[in-house]
């Protein structure tokens, strides 16, 4: 990479490639807590909450937001990978029908640790499409 102000990171799922580029910062939520990331950080090797917000803030100064559930991150040198079990772009989330699943999941009351994480990963949908809203997006 030529500018070592610069974090060249890529945003992979089990599925797919969702992203790559520059960016100036990422924040990711770990077990430990929430993580910024900067150029020249230390590496690291860090879990993602199962259900979680990346926030990306691009070369342009242009905020992208990632809904990830589970997986992992790793920093080295100005390189950030983030391999998530499922991810979705904020601009990817149909909002209208992330609410309805919410809805749904909270109108059921009771559930297992399955009917849990489904309903943590609405909320996470519905809060990334809702922030994504509110900020410089690409």
Do not use: C, Y
Not at 23 to 41: F, R
Not at 45 to 59: Q, T, W, Y
Not at 68 to 96: K, P, R
Not at 101 to 127: F, H, I, M, P, W
């Amino acid at each position: 990479m030529a500018d070592d102000k610069m974090l060249s990171v890529a945003v992979v799922s089990a599925e797919r490639a969702l992203w790559s580029g520059e960016a100036k910062s990422i924040v990711a939520k770990t077990p430990e807590g929430d993580i910024g990331i900067l150029a020249n950080h230390e590496p690291v090797l860090a879990l993602l909450v199962d259900s979680s917000a990346l926030k990306i803030v691009e070369a342009d100064g242009s905020t992208m937001m990632v809904a990830v559930h589970g997986g992992f991150f790793s920093v080295a040198g100005n390189e950030v990978n983030v391999i998530a079990e499922v991810a979705e772009l904020s601009e990817n989330i149909d909002v209208e029908r992330a609410k309805a699943a919410l809805a749904r999941l909270q109108a059921e009351g009771d559930r297992d640790e399955d009917g849990q994480s489904a309903l943590k990963r609405a909320e996470t949908r519905v809060q990334v499409a809702g922030i994504a809203k509110t900020v410089t997006t690409r």
